[in-house]
């Protein structure tokens, strides 16, 4: 038995190789009418080629393009993605927190892995670290110099730790070189880290 | 540590750890084809409507500390998801042990989730604010208390979302949200019991002992898990 330590608990009943152990937990819900495969199916195709990070880059963008609807993100945020048909699961409740000169802001969930879904995808397996949820609140600093992010020492940073139902979008600030470019261009500057604050938005690469 | 100032395995903010590996940009979403299923059975499960997103996470929290130290992210979903279908009566152990359903293929459950209702049920979410019920105790900019996450549980063994290392520390109401539903109950079963919720900030000069001057964590904390600062 994979954990004759804990026998008491059912998951310790199932295989120890975790494929098998999803295929016969899968199984055993499908063939007992509990889920229905075609649902799991569909709920994997739109974290897997649906909903990702760029929405988000695409608010962003259209946020430093559009300062009324700048205004309306960060001050209405879910008024605003419900009517752009951006709201859903794991993203009922967001706040947009605005980087600049003085501040930066940096989202962490230490006690799980809370991440805003509708705007953002599944959350990348570094957010889910227990390093990351470790650290991100004790040493922010070196967390971010580890994403080669140096925030000089007078640049206040604002670490939110994701313990309830409210979800933190970072509005990352417009990088003077973007200027002056169109929103669709814009997009591809904002990268997800730059969402999370573990990152700057970037030039996209070259191609 | 004992009692109150016990501290779970789960919350480790704070803890000694080590470097952060981060991802690579053509890295896929999910490294695993099971990681997918996982993800998938788990919010299909929880759109059955039997248990909260606050009753998963307290079951992903109780796996032996073992268990969650050693399992990786969607081993501990689909162990914490496992235990909670034995739990609640839908499938019996000697069926997670045989690998098969004691009986024969059933048709599809009436509050099971259909593939027709996922896009709508994905859209729509669940909201956790509730209308408010009374005027919240603190104000905005108002020094508060924390308490021991201990302290603001329903039940023992019990949920909360107190992280152990903003307890029993000063901070300031940054925002008020409305009322949301309370983990600490609704985890358990004991009813939703919305409670006003704030974000609170915290200097990290006062939350660690090498802590950078003037940056902040900012915490969000039910009514119940603040005390007013006399």
């Not at chain 1, 989202?107 to 227990?130: E, I, M, N, Q």
């Amino acid at each position: 038995m994979p954990h004759d330590h804990h026998d008491e608990d059912a998951h310790s009943l199932l295989p120890s190789e975790p494929a098998l152990r999803v295929k016969a937990l899968e199984t055993i819900l499908v063939q007992k009418g509990l889920i229905d495969p075609a649902a799991v199916d569909a709920i994997i195709d739109r974290y897997e080629h649906h909903i990702g990070p760029q929405i988000g880059a695409g608010l962003i963008a259209r946020a430093w393009s559009d300062p009324a609807f700048k205004a309306q993100l960060v001050n209405n945020t879910d008024g605003i993605l419900s009517d752009l048909g951006f709201g859903g699961r794991q993203g009922e409740h967001i706040v947009v927190v605005e980087n600049t000169p003085d501040c930066h802001n940096l989202v962490v969930c230490t006690l799980c892995s809370c991440y805003p879904w509708p705007v953002l995808g599944v959350p990348p397996a570094w957010y889910k670290s227990d390093a990351y949820r470790s650290r991100a609140v004790c040493e922010p600093r070196q967390v971010l110099a580890e994403f080669g992010v140096i925030i000089p020492p007078e640049q206040k940073i604002r670490v939110w730790d994701s313990t309830a139902e409210i979800r933190y979008l970072v509005l990352p600030m417009q990088p003077a070189q973007s200027r002056g470019l169109e929103e669709s261009e814009l997009a591809l500057w904002v990268n997800r880290n730059a969402m999370i604050g573990t990152g700057l938005p970037q030039p996209p690469a070259k191609t | 540590m004992t009692g109150r100032k016990m501290k779970l395995h789960h919350d480790m903010g704070g803890d000694p750890a080590g470097p952060i590996i981060p991802d690579k940009p053509d890295d896929p979403i999910f490294a695993k084809p099971w990681h997918k299923r996982v993800l998938g059975l788990t919010v299909a499960g929880g759109a059955m409507g039997a248990w909260s997103i606050d009753t998963s996470r307290f079951w992903r929290e109780s796996l032996p500390k073992t268990d969650y130290r050693s399992f990786t992210y969607y081993e501990k979903w689909l162990a914490a998801l496992t235990n909670l279908f034995v739990a609640k009566g839908f499938v019996t152990r000697e069926e997670i042990i045989n690998g098969l359903p004691s009986g024969p293929k059933q048709p599809l459950h009436a509050a099971a989730l259909g593939a027709d209702r996922v896009l709508a049920m994905l859209a729509a979410g669940a909201k956790a604010s509730r209308p408010e019920m009374a005027k919240p105790l603190f104000q905005e900019g108002q020094k508060v208390r924390t308490r021991w996450p201990d302290a603001t549980k329903r039940q023992m063994p019990g949920h909360t979302r107190l992280p152990h290392y903003a307890a029993d520390k000063i901070g300031k109401i940054l925002f008020y949200h409305g009322h949301h539903v309370l983990p600490n109950s609704n985890a358990h079963f004991l009813g939703e019991c919305p409670e006003p919720l704030y974000s609170v900030e915290f200097s990290n000069a006062d939350l660690w002992p090498d802590g950078h001057a003037g940056d902040v964590v900012i915490v969000d904390c039910w009514q119940s898990y603040l005390e007013p600062m006399t």
